[in-house]
Nanobody, 126 residues
Framework: QVQLVESGGGLVQAGGSLRLSCVATGRTFSNYNMAWFRQAPGREREFVAG????????DYADSVKGHFTISRDNAKNTVYLQMDSLKPEDTAVYYC???????????????????WGQGTQVTVSS
């Protein structure tokens, strides 16, 4: 059974940085697509950043391009989200997700992913 556990969230001032981590157990996740999504109060869950299986391709939501970076350490079964120059509008619960099938391109829909973590809160104060 696949389990994902996120960590690294917290409260930060605008312009600051955070690094989120997501550890996966129960599967060799280097073979699968990974992604980060976020959900703000009253809004739908949205794609933030993703990695194709093996990490060969990455993609980002337009709102975070240039200041978020997704990376993965397959040996540690961990995916990271480095978030720099944070803005109040980045405030949300952040979730990592795994797709249970290999796909060479980055997928961006919630329905494309099969396993989800419990989420970690990121709050950016102005």
């Amino acid at each position: 059974q696949v389990q994902l556990v996120e960590s690294g969230g917290g409260l930060v001032q605008a312009g600051g940085s955070l690094r989120l981590s997501c550890v996966a157990t129960g599967r060799t996740f280097s073979n699968y697509n990974m992604a980060w999504f976020r959900q703000a109060p009253g809004r739908e869950r949205e794609f933030v950043a993703g990695s194709s299986w093996g990490g060969g391709s990455t993609d980002y939501a337009d709102s975070v391009k240039g200041h978020f970076t997704i990376s993965r350490d397959n040996a540690k079964n961990t995916v990271y989200l480095q978030m720099d120059s944070l803005k109040p509008e980045d405030t949300a619960v952040y979730y990592c997700a795994i797709r249970n099938r290999r796909t060479a391109v980055v997928l961006t829909r919630v329905a494309d992913y099969d396993y989800w973590g419990q989420g970690t809160q990121v709050t950016v104060s102005s």
